[in-house]
Every structure is written in structure tokens, then in C-alpha cells.
């Protein structure tokens, strides 16, 4: 929708805004010190520079004849509230509160344009309609940006908690463990399958023990989930032993009809280190009393 | 047309497979290693699929079936060295070589083969004592 013809209204816009830009900026702080002011997140003396570096690339902006916020001549106001409406999700106010920033220099202007244009109730109308188009217009970008950066935040969240999620302890020399903690999904599957593979290929470890006393279910897909890490490990030539089996995840396997009969799992992690131990021709009381 | 080499070591026969295997190398490697054991009467079949990189389901299915025509020619095949890569892929492929042991390498698949070539028990696993 760029219209890029030349508008006459923002004309009178930009001369309302150089003339009296310091009372708008007055008016308009005093407008936002309802509600959706924030006191706590934000002090006074960073607003104003807010408020008053908006109103002065809002004048140019105007100044430039063209009311199509996309396009080229508006893009340091639209820079300008990408920084607001990203500073202001980080701090935590909420998308109403970030959109309002914008939306309360409504008032001050359309009384400085009443003044401005007359009484000519035709005209005005026209210049309140293109003031209002433009000031919403912005103000949904506020929105909109407002919402990516918090999409970005749990984007980031998600992604540090993926990484989090998949440590693999070396326990002996060949004996690797894996605790997972948290649900199994496809996607942190596929991390742990590719984190436990490859730690098998770099420590050269017969015996993997994947733990999961932090795993809240076991439903039929987490089941697939494992047996497939299970089944990979046993191809490059591991052997995996699942632990930290608890009574009623035991229940739920054999209520579901999962068939982990080729797996050996163990009810503790101290139960599985023991086999491991055992089946890399270790043995538990040699190590205590040497120790 | 390029070979995969068979090497004899004792009662063992050695695959190392260092190219990108495409179809008619996998059928050609399977006549030719059928061919070599009931020849050298080998024991033990050890490939080496370090270097694979790729994997399909063509070459899955042919793993398992040399494994199945060497039992019945009275020889243990080992596949050792499998990447992480192509594990995850045969998992996903659904192919999980039911018949193929496994091991992490070379040495230890050796270890695999003679200790089953002495008649222990050694499901899959070898051990250390």
C-alpha cells in the first residue's frame, strides 16, 4: 500500500509540530502519566527523551510530504521504535502499555491541529482522519516489534535450555552416563542421540548409561525415543542401559504395550555403573579397597 | 571399475570400506566376499565403515543380508566404526540390522571375533578380563 504521491495533510502536520513542539511534548507527557505510565520501570527524565526525540523525527518524518510509514522517508521513526518497544520488553511492559507510548500523542496534537486548521469542520475532519491513520499506523508497529523481541526472548530461552538439557558425564574409563532431565520431544531426542553418538566416538566407550529419574512420563513416543538412541548406540558398537526406572513409569511401559524387553535397564544409576563396571571387567569391591 | 579390497588376516576376513558406496559396488562387495569365504573357509568377517558417510537404505539392507549369507556360510561378521551420522540414519530409516554385531573399532571388533571364534558366550559384548 505505498501510496508515495505527495500528501498535502502531513503538511500542516509538520508545521503544527515545529511551532508548537514543546507544548505537545508538555501535553503529551501529562497525557501518559495515567496508568500506563509505569513510574516503576521507567523515570522521568528518559521518557522526555523519548517523547521529545519521537516528536522531532515524527516532524521530519511529516516534513517529508509522505504518509506511508514503510517506506524510506519515515525510517528513523520506525528505528527509533524498534530501540523503544524493544528496551521497554525487556523491562517488562506489557504490549498495551508500549502501544499507548504512542497512541497518547493523540490528544495534544489533534487539539493543536483543531486549533491550527479552524473552524472549518470539513477540513479538520480530513487533517484528524490522516493524523489518526498515520499515529495508528505507528503505533502498530510498536506493537508488532514489541512482540518479536519477546518471540526472540523465548526463541533464546528455548534454545539455552536444549543445550542445558543434554550434559554427558563420563563416569570410568569406557562408561559414559547421560542423565535427561525433563520431557523427551523430537527435538531434544534428536540433540541427545547426536551429544551421546558422538561423545561414544570421541571417549571410545563401550557402555552408555542413559539415565532418566528426571524424566517426568514416559508415553509411547518418549519410548520410541529412547529405543531409537538405544538401538543407534548399539550400531556403532555401545551398549546402552537405561536407569532410573521408577515404579510407576515400570507400570505405565507394560499398561502401554512398549516392548523394552531388548534393552537392559535398571532401577538405579548405581545399579547400571555397577553392570557397566562388570561388563568392562571392573568390579566394585577391587576399587574399595584399594581406595 | 573401482574394487573394495578383501583382506585375509588368519581366519578373519577384512572390509574396509573407504568409498562412497553406490549400488553396484554393494552388490559387487557381497559376490565377491560370499566368493572369498567359503574359498579361505574364514571364521570372521570384520567391515570397516569408518569412512562412510552416507548411508541409505539399499546399503542398511545389504549390511544385514552379507551378515545373514556369512552365518550361513559358517562365519561371525562385525561391522565396526559406524558414525554417529549414519547410526542416526539407519534409526531413522527404521533399520536396526537385528543380525549385524557391532563394535566401536577395529581392535575391538577383532577381540569380538576371536572371542567368539574360542566358543565363549559373547553377546555383543567383550570382556576385559
Known amino acids: 500500500m505505498s501510496k508515495g504521491v505527495q500528501n498535502p495533510k502531513t503538511g500542516v502536520l509538520a508545521t503544527v509540530l515545529s511551532k508548537d513542539e514543546s507544548s505537545v511534548l508538555a501535553e503529551w507527557i ?4 495515567g496508568a500506563t505510565r509505569r513510574t516503576d520501570l521507567m523515570n522521568d527524565s528518559e521518557l522526555r527523551t523519548q517523547c521529545s526525540k519521537f516528536l522531532k523525527l515524527l516532524r521530519e518524518g ?7 510509514v514503510q517506506t524510506a522517508s519515515w525510517q528513523p521513526v520506525r528505528e527509533l521504535l524498534t530501540e ?23 490528544k495534544p496534537l489533534f487539539e493543536l491541529l483543531r486549533d491550527h486548521v479552524g473552524s472549518d469542520a470539513n477540513s479538520v475532519a480530513a487533517e484528524l482522519w490522516s493524523t489518526t491513520e498515520l499515529i495508528d499506523s505507528l503505533g502498530l508497529f510498536t506493537v508488532e516489534m514489541h512482540l518479536k523481541t519477546r518471540e526472540e526472548v523465548i526463541r533464546r530461552q528455548q534454545e539455552e535450555m536444549l543445550e542445558l538439557s543434554t550434559p554427558v558425564v563420563k563416569l570410568w574409563n569406557g562408561i559414559l552416563a547421560l542423565p535427561i532431565i525433563g520431557t523427551l520431544d523430537s527435538a531434544r531426542t534428536q540433540v541427545v542421540m547426536e551429544t551421546l553418538l558422538e561423545n561414544i566416538v570421541k571417549t ?14 514416559v508415553d509411547t513416543v518418549v519410548a520410541q525415543h529412547l529405543l531409537k538412541t538405544v538401538t543407534a548406540a548399539r550400531l556403532m558398537g555401545a551398549d546402552c542401559i537405561i536407569s532410573g526406572v521408577r515404579p510407576q513409569i515400570a507400570q505405565t511401559i507394560v499398561h502401554l504395550g512398549i516392548n523394552l524387553l531388548d534393552v537392559t535397564t535398571k532401577a538405579t ?12 571387567g571392573l568390579s566394585l569391591e577391587h576399587a574399595l579397597k584399594t581406595a | 571399475m573401482e574394487k573394495i579390497p578383501i583382506l585375509r588376516m588368519g581366519q578373519f576376513l577384512l572390509v574396509t570400506i573407504q568409498v562412497d558406496m553406490h ?6 562387495l557381497q559376490e565377491d566376499l560370499t566368493t572369498r569365504i567359503s574359498e579361505t ?3 570372521g568377517v570384520l567391515i570397516d565403515i569408518s569412512s562412510l558417510e552416507i548411508v541409505d537404505s ?13 552365518r550361513i556360510l559358517d562365519a561371525q561378521t562385525v561391522v565396526v566404526g559406524m558414525q554417529p551420522a549414519v547410526a542416526i540414519t539407519l534409526v531413522e530409516l527404521g533399520m536396526s540390522l537385528p543380525g549385524v554385531r557391532t563394535a566401536l573399532n577395529v581392535d575391538a571388533g577383532m577381540e569380538l571375533l576371536k572371542l567368539s571364534l574360542n566358543g565363549h558366550r559373547a553377546n555383543g559384548h567383550v570382556s576385559r578380563r
Open chain 1, 269 to 280: 544409576l548405581a545399579d547400571a555403573f555397577a553392570l557397566a563396571l562388570d561388563r568392562a
Open chain 1, 30 to 33: 501529562k497525557e501518559m502519566a
Open chain 1, 204 to 217: 571410545n566407550s563401550r557402555v552408555a548409561i542413559i539415565d532418566i529419574t528426571g524424566v517426568p512420563t
Open chain 2, 58 to 70: 539399499f546399503i542398511g539392507r545389504m549390511l544385514g543380508n552379507i551378515a545373514a549369507m556369512s
Open chain 2, 41 to 43: 573357509a574364514a571364521r
Open chain 2, 23 to 28: 549400488d553396484r559396488l554393494a552388490m559387487a
Open chain 1, 62 to 68: 511529516a516534513e517529508s510530504g509522505s504518509s506511508d
Open chain 1, 84 to 106: 523503544i518497544s524493544r528496551s521497554r520488553a525487556q523491562r517488562g511492559f506489557t504490549p498495551t502499555e508500549t502501544a499507548t507510548f504512542v497512541l497518547s500523542v493523540k
